[in-house]
């Protein structure tokens, strides 16, 4: 039997919306106690090692006796043991320079509480724990690595991906002019948007190719490009059409930023950056604010990627500028730094090596 409602469609939505987020907070729970139990089984491990003078020996055996008296439980191997030691260790200096100090942890002899540990230490899967101790030594890098990962919804092997890349160093370093285009508080936050240089390691590209491959390539990469970009971009278009005065022109690649609320407008060079590429990029936000943008949207913003760019030519090309435009680099590969590349063969050393075979 049909049954005609009104309405119908906005109820289906909330009742999905509310379903998903008692999910979410279901797995976030579930989560937070089992790593909050890790750093206490972890306390625990290193408390008695410390006043008895238990040796390295007592976690293989704590690790056997677990899996023989409790064999359904996973995750008590000697392996996760030694890292939940690890993962105290790492931590148990409170007086951390961190935001939001939230858990508490509570030590099970006493009921007392220990100091505040960082609310987002309990937010990301043990995975990217064991990651980040792994791959990330200086705490305040690694943290912004564990906030970037909460706010990004980064997997691990995105992750280790953005280390790998050092996301770190290049967020927020592309030159702009947003601080005398935008209002402060949209300003900052599109300047921590961008970055400088991109890294398009995803691609195949040879020697010599030209801007049309290059937009291609990135378009056919698409997932991958826009987790570069970073989070809440949707694509647009690739050479999108704007009509004016009866004249068509294209935009290499057009998104829009649901964390900005603004389309995002980006002009490929496969060369060095050149001041004319400024006046050009004028236009078409100029057009996108006229022709695409909503009244409640925000001004566009316009990002020029180039091979090379001098900082100086930049920042002298966007000074009377009035509209928001970014200029960074990009790069295909990552290059070895300059202490290893002594280190290996050249390709005429590995050539002659391989003749005399």
Known sequence: MSVKLSN????????????????????????TEMLMLYFDIGRLIESRQQAEGWGAAVIPRLALDLKNELPDEKGFSE?????????????EDRNLKVPQPVA??????NGEQTSPLPSFLFQIPWSHHI??????KDL????WYMEQTIAQGWSRNVLLNMIKNRDHERRGKATTNFAVTLPAGQSDLAQQ???????????TLESGFREQELELELVRHLEKFLLELGKGFAFVGRQYQLSVESKDYFLDLLFYSLELRCFLVIDLKIGEFKPEYAGKMTFYCNAVDNLLKHETDRPTIGLILCRERDRILVEYSLRDV?????????ELTQTLPDEFKSALPSIEQIEAELQGE
């Open 193 to 203: 948007t961008l970055k400088d240089p991109y890294i398009f390691d995803f691609l």
């Open 79 to 91: 392996r996760n043991l030694k890292r939940m030691v690890a993962f105290y260790r790492e931590y």
């Open 322 to 330: 009035n509209k928001p435009i970014g200029v960074s680099e990009y």
């Open 140 to 143: 305040d890098i690694r943290f």
């Open 8 to 31: 119908y469609t906005e109820l289906l939505h909330d009742v999905k919306g509310r379903i998903w987020r008692a999910q979410q907070r279901a797995v976030f729970s579930v989560n």
């Open 104 to 109: 508490q942890l509570q030590s099970p002899e």
């Open 131 to 136: 990651l980040l101790m792994e791959k990330v």
